[in-house]
């Protein structure tokens, strides 16, 4: 599974959504998905965009967290 944490380096960047969105070009609907972990898939362009505005790096913001019964039929 993959998780996102978008609010994680916001709040360490003290930066709104409003502020994001309006740096990013994304709808607040679209953030919030984002930011919400609702999301099911995010453009390169799109995550280019928000890293390049948070001043970070994909990593910070996408984590893989192995899904436990997948893990337990191996």
């Not at 380096?9 to 953030?31: C, D, F, H, P, Q």
């Not at 890293?51 to 337990?72: F, H, R």
């Amino acid at each position: 599974m993959i998780i996102i944490n978008l609010d994680v380096m916001m709040a360490k960047r003290k930066i709104s959504l409003n502020e994001l969105s309006e740096r990013v070009g994304i709808t607040l609907a679209n953030l919030s998905i984002l930011k919400n972990n609702r999301a099911k898939a995010i453009r390169f362009s799109t995550l280019d965009a928000i890293c390049n505005a948070l001043e970070c790096q994909p990593s910070d913001i996408l984590e893989y967290l192995p899904d436990e019964t997948v893990k337990g039929d191996k």
